[in-house]
């Protein structure tokens, strides 16, 4: 299952609400996940950003079937008109990256686009579950020291968008609007990952992070299963009750005995 971040447009300043330090103010009361990606946190991203912009925000994580830890640490927090502005500076940075001009420009300009018409004014994000890959705290403090803006924050940038030197990424019109089972190769596909913004129509934040969660959701109703969970349900035949040993004889024996006795 992929870890996923979000980058978030609030009405008011400050971190996501599922991690609002207690006492630390209001928090915003209307917020709305307008990009996500899985297991990276892209570069456009972290373009929007800067230290100055860094603000504390606590998460609760689970270490153990019973074992939780608080842990504090810094996530940005700036007006969409300054993230817009700092991503529209940001093509020398695509250039150092990719070392394609063109190709650089092509993500660039896509990534620029997406913060035109955001509804509310402030910008944020949600990296806890990406941050939780690896030594949490080593990510958090590479996520603060990432947001210089220019090509010294490079080594950092590279680390949290995964992108790996040597391999092009797609083209972007290949990449976005291309047949998806043309991008065969997986580094370069990682790479133009890194570079994708990953843009959403705006949707309610669901107002906690799936990070680590303390307790399974209750769920009221059953969807409808997906063509595409298909795998998910074989798995559960194959690994459930099922597919313990002596159970489907068990239930042989039991059939035959039950179809002796109507036929008597």
């Known amino acids: 299952m992929a870890n996923r971040a979000c ?47 860094l603000l504390p925000a ?51 300009r896509r990534a620029c686009e997406g913060l035109n018409d955001l509804p509310h004014p402030w910008l944020t994000m949600d990296p ?28 950092d940038l590279k680390w949290l968008s995964g992108y790996d030197d040597g391999f092009a990424p797609y083209g972007a019109a290949a990449y976005f609007d291309g047949d998806p089972g043309a991008l065969d190769h997986v580094a370069r596909l990682g790479n133009s990952a890194a570079l994708d913004p990953g843009y959403v129509r705006p949707s309610p934040l669901e107002g906690v992070s799936r990070a680590r969660k303390e307790a399974p959701p209750q769920v ?3 969807a409808p299963l997906a063509a595409n969970d298909s795998a998910k349900l074989h798995e559960g035949l194959t690994r459930g009750p099922l597919s313990r040993p002596g159970t489907w004889l068990l239930l042989g ?10 036929r008597r």
């Open 7 to 53: 980058l978030i447009n609030a009405d008011m300043p400050g971190v996501p609400p599922q991690l609002h330090p207690p006492g630390a103010g209001s928090e915003p009361s209307q917020a709305l996940r307008v990009a996500e990606a899985a297991n990276r946190l892209p570069l456009p991203w972290l373009l929007c950003f800067r230290p100055e912009d």
């Open 58 to 108: 606590v998460v609760r994580l689970q270490n153990g079937p019973e074992q939780f830890s608080t842990v504090a640490l810094n996530l940005p927090c700036t007006s969409v008109a300054a993230a817009r502005e700092r991503l529209q500076q940001a093509l020398p940075i695509y250039v150092a990256l990719t070392g394609d001009a063109a190709l650089a420009k092509s993500y660039w």
């Open 128 to 155: 806890i579950e990406v941050l939780c890959l690896n030594d949490f705290d080593e990510d958090a403090r590479t996520l603060a020291e990432s947001l210089g803006g220019d090509a010294s924050a490079l080594p």
């Open 220 to 222: 009221a109703a059953r």
């Open 253 to 262: 024996m039991l059939a035959a005995l039950l179809l002796s006795l109507l």
